[in-house]
């Protein structure tokens, strides 16, 4: 009997492309789509809902370079939890998991469904509002077949991902183009007097605040498949830089 003790490795089968469809398919998801009208009603005003968003966007940018860091020092999939398990211990990190496992991500993934199911059923209720019912049912039916895909094989999964943020990129050009061919012709209505009846207090400012992450999640999500990546070193510096 061999007395080593035999280490589980994970396939390298994740690359640059897979690594950024990962990064920015995640995203790129219904929450873009949801939150602005959230983040414009809870603020008041289009010129600070423009800050909240710009806010929102550098305090990502800062925690993808420190979490880009971690991923090439410490290279080991897991994410937060392999973080504070190396630095605070198992207890904390247990309880990290524990809470993450059982109530955020699936409240979070229960959230990108539901929002992804109302848009689905939407062009076939254009005169009412579709069923709650089916609503859930489509949202439990994108879950099941998006974790069966994950489960199937992992580069089948990455080729899923990649069709599917080159997607949502050209979506989003679309509306971003199409947004600045209407600022062009004139129509800027919506920018006189930009910061008029802005709501300033806590409560306002900290659901802008949180709608506006809630979109950008998904910027942390590559650490933990570091041990999936076939040069962690080169993938991280590129999805997280944007170089």
């Known amino acids: 009997m061999d007395s080593k003790t035999q280490k589980l490795i994970l396939k390298r089968e994740v690359g640059l492309m897979g690594a950024v469809s990962l990064i920015g398919g995640t995203m790129i998801g219904s929450g873009i789509f949801m939150s602005p009208q959230t983040v414009l009603y809870n603020i008041g005003s289009p010129g600070a809902s423009l800050v909240v968003w710009a806010c929102c966007g550098v305090l990502v940018i800062l925690a993808s370079f420190?979490?880009?860091e971690l991923g090439t020092v410490i290279r080991?999939?897991?994410?937060e939890y392999i973080y504070i398990?190396?630095?605070s211990g198992p207890v904390v990190a247990f309880m990290l998991i524990f809470s993450s496992v059982l109530f955020v991500?699936?409240?979070?993934i229960a959230g990108i469904a539901l929002s992804f199911a109302q848009?689905?059923?939407a062009p076939f209720y254009l005169d009412c509002t579709p069923p709650v019912l089916l609503v859930k049912c489509v949202a439990a039916a994108a879950i099941i077949v998006v974790a069966t895909v994950n489960c199937l094989n992992v580069r089948f999964s990455m080729?899923?991902?990649v069709f599917f943020?080159?997607?949502k990129v050209l979506t989003l050009a679309v509306i971003i183009?199409?947004?600045m061919v209407v600022l062009i012709r004139g129509h800027t209505e919506n920018f006189e007097d930009s910061f008029e009846n802005t709501n300033v207090g806590i409560n306002p400012i900290g659901i802008a605040l949180y709608q506006g992450l809630w979109s950008y999640d998904g910027w942390n999500n590559l650490n933990s498949v570091t041990e999936e990546l076939k040069r962690p070193e080169v993938s991280k510096v590129w999805c997280f830089s944007g170089k």
């Not at 991500?105 to 979070?108: G, K, M, Y």
Request: proline residues 4%; positive net charge; aromatic residues 8%.
């Open 66 to 68: 420190c979490y880009a």
């Open 165 to 167: 943020m080159v997607t």
């Open 76 to 79: 080991e999939s897991g994410g």
């Open 177 to 179: 183009i199409g947004g």
């Open 119 to 121: 848009y689905v059923v």
């Open 105 to 108: 991500r699936p409240a979070s």
């Open 85 to 87: 398990l190396k630095t």
């Open 159 to 161: 080729s899923v991902q």
